[in-house]
């Protein structure tokens, strides 16, 4: 008798693995994150994708009609509560047999995550045949927040009739394992909302970068990016970003911010640099002095 019992035990075990094999393959989530540090109210974007596994066709959505996606988002062995009034993916919708769905969401404006500190997240998705959550690998991220070094508030007209609303750019240095890069912050000059916080690229600390507002309270920064490169970079005063322009030093001059009477900033010295042209131009002098290494200066 004792055999027997000791051979109904597998089978026991390999019949519940069986029942658990489809149910564990119905969704495949997957979940990416650009980075792993940040600065406070930098978005902090997560790209999700759900492989439906289940062999038919599946209408995604939450349960009592909540978003089918969220987070379980954690400081520490804390868990983080999602901001009041947000959410995602509340709409229901049909994914095909066999078929992904990609979507990048900003994790920062859905859950509050505060000025520094680590967290860790991973994404949800609800299985309404089963019932169930799906859950993603889970990810952690550190964000930080400088102390800028430069600021300036300015008057941002409303409209006929109504007071100019003040706002602060700002502008402070976050410094990586092996690299800096240069961030650009709006707020309000007198109250806690942060319109914008993003990098405006690569720095290099040698000399202090210039920043200037014009007579449109835009936002005009021009910082080193590497050994003689200058980035001449643009921000609206709404706090999106308008575009950057590459220069390079010159013998006799190198790249200045100026303003004039008017209030319009342009840059004056150095010249305008194009990255993909001087590629190109060291992709093509490389190919010259590899064949004129060959004997007579032959192609093979």
């Known amino acids: 008798m004792i055999p027997a ?20 393959a ?14 406070a109210y930098e978005p902090v974007k997560a790209t999700v994708t759900v492989h439906n596994r289940a ?12 978003g089918w996606l969220s987070f379980d988002v954690r400081s520490g062995t804390t868990i983080v509560s999602p901001r009041a009034g947000r959410g995602f993916g509340a709409e229901p919708f049909l994914l095909s047999a066999g078929q992904k769905i990609t979507k990048t969401v900003n ?11 680590d967290y860790s997240f991973n994404a949800q998705v609800y299985f309404p045949p089963l019932g169930q959550f799906f859950n993603s690998q889970r990810k952690r991220i550190s964000i930080s927040n400088p102390r800028p070094f430069w600021s300036e508030s300015i008057g941002v007209p409303q409209g006929p009739g109504r007071l100019a609303s003040f706002r602060e750019y700002s502008l402070l240095i976050h410094r990586g394992a092996s690299t800096a890069h240069l961030y650009m912050r709006l707020k309000e000059a007198r109250g806690p909302r942060v319109y914008a916080t993003y990098s405006l690229g690569r720095y290099v600390d040698i000399g202090k970068p210039q920043a200037i507002a014009d007579s449109e309270a835009r936002l005009h920064v021009l910082h080193m990016v590497s050994p003689r490169v200058y980035q001449h970079a643009i921000v609206r005063p709404d706090g999106s970003f308008e575009g950057a322009t590459i220069y390079q030093d010159m013998p006799s001059s190198r790249p200045k911010l100026m303003i004039d009477g008017a209030g319009v900033v342009q840059v004056r010295g150095g010249q305008r640099y194009d990255p993909e042209a001087a590629a190109a131009v060291a992709e093509l002098e490389a190919g010259v002095r590899s064949a004129s290494d060959r004997p007579g200066g032959l192609p093979e």
């Open 26 to 39: 119905q969704l495949s989530v997957d979940l990416q994150i650009e980075k792993t540090q940040f600065v």
């Open 55 to 66: 062999g038919q066709d599946v209408v995604l959505g939450g349960p009592g009609g909540s």
């Open 107 to 117: 994790v920062g404006s859905l859950y509050p995550l505060g000025e520094f500190g």
């Open 5 to 24: 019992r000791r051979a109904a035990a597998p089978a026991a075990l390999l019949a519940s693995v069986a029942l658990a094999t489809p149910a564990a």
